[in-house]
């Protein structure tokens, strides 16, 4: 068999690094991999570690600042300062328009995608547009990344492993699979085999592994975990902190009130790129939205994404910016932003329509019975697409907010079992955070945050090397994605 050649990057941190050592030493065995590709050069902790001088005994360890043009710095930065005019330049005929935009190919359209991430997350205070500071520092990382494309082509690249596929490493990841490297999303919770021309994002769900809990896992066992949920016990830590919140009392208590639950402003919503949106992205959803509620005679409620804190976001100043460019000093009396004064599950409750761009919300809503309206695709739809409403265009989705009666958004008894088992299969069977000791970690934690997470990944790990060697060993074998400790053995013997 042919020697191979795997790639560990997009922006893996190193505690990630440490939980993927023994999923990566099972891939390598399994595929016949000699040489592992980081994309820099791991840190002392990492180096000083038993795993990976194991690792390092068995493949050959490269780092991509060492390889190709990366050496010569002289040289490197010439081809940089050469891709960054040419990207530069072509900054300046870039159109929000363009992301909508039928003409252009899949290729083309992820690259525009991973400038306007790149752009808006660089900027210092714009939010729909990309400032010239910023247009320059991404069309640098653009160029690093066209040139690391180049120097792992060139190294026979193979097989790649990404912590993320959003900002600049969108424009890697597309590369990649444009000359089929076969390629793996993993955070240390997830671990998901990419397909070419789609995207699988961290909410996918295998229909296979789906098909199969049908025959291990029941009905009753769903209903409890459910039942926990709705108390605030969940692997997903947005969920625990969103069920969880005590609630205050309002002055629209209404069974009319209707939901907006934001997202990170910052944050690409762009993990899963969906060509046929009806918005380029999500601050134009949020403007075109005010725009429309503003003539509801309903109560609407804009809601802080439980994450915004952590993420060093002030939602509630960027609301009433926002509310002030559109409407000046006439502010609607029927739109308020709430910062979590109450659980999601109880909001849920007394809420007509729920409204999210693509976030799982959507998926604790049609548990409950509602039929929440989504922007962009979500894994639900890939299941039933008759529990989300999905406008095919402005006019529908003016229509789903302003028309229709509180019924028109229920869903049946029978309708909220298939999403119960999806969200308990999401969090309980391919989540394998308990086993990698990985907990998701914000741009504005402190650092001890970091040190802790590493420290329990390292326990982790050393528990259950074997269960993840086996993950990556059996990755592909069967699912598309992997399954957890709990589950695997039961999962992977019962479809052999």
């Known amino acids: 068999m042919k020697n ?30 000699q040489t592992i590709i980081f994309e820099r050069d791991v840190n002392t902790f990492l180096k000083s570690n038993i795993l990976y001088k194991n690792l390092k005994s068995k493949y050959i360890i490269k780092n991509l600042e060492q390889l190709g043009l990366n050496k010569i710095y002289f040289i490197k930065y ?48 714009e939010l729909d547009r990309v400032e010239l500071k910023s247009r320059a520092k991404s069309c640098i990382q653009i160029s690093r990344k066209f040139l690391d494309f180049l120097i792992l082509k060139s190294n026979g690249i193979n097989y790649a492993y990404l912590g993320h596929l959003v900002y600049s490493e969108r424009f890697l990841f597309a590369l990649l699979r444009y000359i089929n490297v076969e390629t793996y999303r993993f955070n240390g ?24 809990s049908l025959k291990i896992i029941s009905k009753e066992k769903i209903n409890k975990y459910w039942k926990n949920l709705k108390k605030g016990f969940s692997k997903n830590e947005e969920v625990n902190f969103a069920a969880k919140i005590k609630s205050k009392k309002k002055k629209y208590n209404s069974m009319n009130i209707n939901v907006i639950m934001l997202h990170i402003f910052k944050d690409s919503s762009f993990d899963d790129i969906d060509t046929k ?47 002030k460019d559109i409407f000046g000093k006439q502010k609607p009396n029927n739109i308020f932003f709430e910062e979590n004064s109450r659980s999601n599950m109880e909001q849920f409750k007394i809420s007509k329509r729920i409204v999210t761009y693509s976030g799982s919300s959507h998926l604790e809503a049609t548990c409950l019975g509602i039929k929440p309206i989504v922007i ?53 069977v391919v989540n394998f955070s308990e086993d990698t000791g990985c907990t998701h970690i914000f741009r504005n934690d402190p650092e001890y945050m970091f040190k802790l997470v590493f420290n329990r990944v390292k326990k982790k790990i050393k528990t259950n090397y074997d269960f993840l060697y086996d993950l990556g060993y059996n990755i592909n074998l069967n699912y598309q994605q992997g399954i957890n400790k709990k589950y695997f053995y039961r999962f992977i013997n019962e479809e052999n």
Request: hydrophobic content about 40%; proline content about 3%; charged content about 25%.
């Open 78 to 125: 010439i081809f940089i300062g050469f891709f960054f005019f040419c990207f530069y330049l072509l900054s300046f005929f870039f159109k929000k328009k363009y992301l909508l935009s039928k003409k252009i190919t899949w290729i083309p359209k992820q690259i525009l995608h991973s400038y306007w991430d790149a752009g808006i997350i660089n900027n210092k205070y």
């Open 189 to 212: 919770s997830i671990l998901i085999k990419q397909d070419k021309n789609s995207d699988r994002d961290s909410k996918y769900l295998d229909k296979k592994i789906f098909r199969k």
């Open 4 to 33: 191979s050649t795997i790639y560990i990057g997009g922006g893996i941190r190193p505690h990630l690094i440490l939980s993927l050592l023994p999923i990566i030493d099972g891939f390598c065995k399994k595929q016949n991999i």
């Open 277 to 323: 949106r009806i918005f380029p992205d999500y601050y134009t959803w949020v403007v075109e939205t005010l725009k429309i509620i503003k003539e509801s005679k309903e109560i609407w409620i804009l809601r802080k994404h439980p994450s915004a804190d952590r993420w060093g976001e002030n939602q509630k100043k960027i609301i009433k910016n926002l509310l």
């Open 376 to 428: 962009s695709d979500v894994g639900l739809m890939k299941f039933d697409k008759n529990l989300v409403f999905k406008p095919k265009n402005f006019n529908e989705y003016r229509k789903l907010l302003l028309s229709h009666k509180k019924s028109h958004f229920s869903l049946t008894k029978n309708q909220v079992i298939l999403p119960k088992r999806i969200i308990f299969l999401l969090q309980n």
